[in-house]
């Protein structure tokens, strides 16, 4: 660094959670039509990989013909792909009810952990498992 550039902390700004889908424009319709996501792009002929986003949550979607997961690891342990925050109590209720009136199935209902959040998951058509989670008050 030069004696005229300030010594400034890197920051990060945003994060894309990458997701992997065997059918992929299954993937898309669910994120768009039922979560409220908008498409950013598909790339590929025939398509292999997108982006979709709401807000500041940006989901990168891969499309893979093997599964990633070894045999049940995923359902067994109930592995978590992706964690999405709300700001507020009154917001991640709001999702959840949006959600449900989309006709979205939960892996998880609505309900208050023990230290505190308030969460809910869904299950994407690749078993992918999406937490929501925001603060109890």
């Not at 409220?36 to 025939?46: K, L, N, R, S």
Request: with cysteine; hydrophobic share 45%.
């Amino acid at each position: 660094m030069s004696a005229t550039t300030p010594n400034l902390r890197p920051v990060l700004t945003s994060i894309a959670a990458h997701l992997y889908a065997r059918d992929l424009e299954a993937c898309l319709s669910f994120f768009t039509a039922k979560l409220g996501f908008a498409t950013d792009f598909v790339y590929g002929e025939p398509p292999f990989y997108a982006q979709v986003s709401r807000d500041h949550a940006h989901l990168a979607l891969r499309s893979m013909d093997e599964p990633v997961f070894a045999r049940d690891i995923r359902e067994k342990e109930e592995l978590l792909s992706v964690s999405i925050t709300v700001a507020s109590a009154a917001a991640i209720q709001s999702l959840f009810e949006e959600f449900k009136a989309t006709g979205v199935a939960f892996h998880q209902p609505l309900k208050t952990e023990r230290w505190g959040a308030v969460t809910f998951i869904v299950r994407d058509p690749d078993g992918n498992l999406i937490l929501f989670a925001g603060p109890a008050e």
